[in-house]
């Protein structure tokens, strides 16, 4: 467990994550532009990273026995330090306690800490990053279907076990109970949900009754602070631009199709080559993060695709393209942020690749309105920053 704070419990707002600050990725950036807020507005907010890595293997660093010794030390560390937290009037009785990640908190644990404050008549509230409230996988994409899957949401759980769904991205045997757990604190007023978008909100709701408590509150990462800031020119290497991370929920196997169904046009891929997929000729596979050559290569390419096939929430990666890419493309389904874009801000594909790729050709000029860009950057960024002082105002009830 690591703890990063000011002062001593209780604090108004004690931040309860999974992930630490340090980790790359989405939550990792959220907390660091929260902690940086904190310390710049000087805010009354403790930060508990308390993660639990049941899966040892998965959370290796280095894939060698002495790196294998080093995870299972850390592992039982983690064990012991969630053990005596739980066991702390101070932090139980937190007067505000703010969750993120709950399948790297651990669900069992974290099941415990909601029902001891619901003893006392508080409240814990839980920041929504993903699906995983209602969606083991935590991105609600079944492999192979092309679009969101609501199954869980339609039916209950018990479709997660028809499926055979496994939980991602920790293998938490207790997450399906705690679909349901959850469910069941939410309805009796002992969980609060804030989500970063309206989709997000109606999504809770259909989960857990019209009564649950859910606002929209926003999302605002480190990465965002650049949104006016155009990267740095560059030679552009293809024509497309794949922006996100190789899943399938995220659409990397789906642009691959989109790829040999466009053999006109180069694609590029910025993460390592799949092993098991068909490459074309014209996909071009080079790792490389925002900072390290894919922002410039955003900004150069006449097109960036961003096709999640989930009910995605603000990406970092559609924000920062709509930001800098020259024209946006993107998959929107009920409830998702690409939804409730702007007319003429993306252009809008359908979720069959070869359909996908006959609008394209069809707007193969298309841009984006330089001025509707300006004005969607400035209306983003006027609502999402300043977050922790947003949830510091808001009152969780």
């Not at 999974?18 to 959220?30: F, K, N, Q, Y």
């Not at 930001?323 to 809008?348: E, K, M, R, Y």
């Amino acid at each position: 467990m690591t703890v990063v704070a000011k002062g001593r419990l209780p604090s108004k707002l004690t931040v309860v994550s999974g992930i630490a600050p340090t980790t790359r990725g989405g939550t990792g950036r959220l907390l660091r532009s929260l902690m940086a807020e904190r310390d710049a507005k000087g805010l009354d907010v403790r930060f508990i990273v308390v993660g639990n890595r049941a899966n040892v293997a998965r959370s290796m660093v280095a894939r060698h026995p002495l790196g294998l010794v080093r995870e299972v030390v850390r592992h039982y560390g983690r064990q012991a330090s969630r053990h005596w937290l739980i066991r702390q009037p101070a932090f139980i009785g937190s007067q505000r306690m703010l969750v993120l990640h709950p399948q790297e908190i651990g669900t069992r644990w974290l099941t415990e800490v909601i029902r001891r404050r619901g003893l006392s008549g508080l409240k814990t509230e839980l920041f929504v990053l993903d699906a995983s409230f209602f969606c083991v996988r935590s991105y609600n994409h079944v492999s192979g279907e092309p679009g969101p899957c609501r199954r869980c949401l339609d039916e209950g759980l018990e479709a997660a076990r028809r499926l055979g769904c496994r939980p991602f991205p920790i293998r938490d045997r207790w997450a399906l109970v705690f679909g349901e757990t959850l469910q069941r604190q939410a309805l009796l007023g002992q969980v609060v949900f804030w989500t970063q978008t309206a989709g997000h909100a109606s999504l809770v709701r259909q989960y857990a009754g019209s009564g649950v408590s859910v606002r929209p509150i926003g999302l605002w990462t480190d990465d965002f602070d650049d949104l006016d800031t155009p990267p740095p020119e560059a030679v552009p290497l293809a024509d497309v631009v794949y922006h996100g991370t190789w899943l399938d929920a995220k659409g990397g196997p789906w642009a691959l199709r989109l790829a040999e169904a466009m053999p006109e046009r180069r694609f590029l891929f910025p993460c390592p080559r799949p092993r098991n997929d068909v490459v074309p000729s014209n996909a071009i596979f080079e790792t490389m993060s925002w900072d390290t050559g894919l922002a410039a290569q955003v900004r150069c390419a006449p097109l960036t695709v961003v096709p999640s096939l989930w009910t995605a929430p603000i990406e970092a990666a559609l924000v920062k393209s709509i930001a800098h890419a020259p024209a946006t493309a993107v998959i929107s389904f009920p409830d998702s942020f690409a939804a409730a874009l702007p007319a003429g801000l993306v252009l809008h594909l359908p979720p069959g690749p070869r359909e996908a790729a006959d609008v394209l050709r069809r707007h193969g000029d298309w841009t984006v309105d330089p001025h509707l860009r300006r004005a969607w950057v400035r209306e983003f960024t006027d609502w999402n920053r300043g977050l922790l002082q947003k949830l510091l105002e808001a009152s969780p009830s």
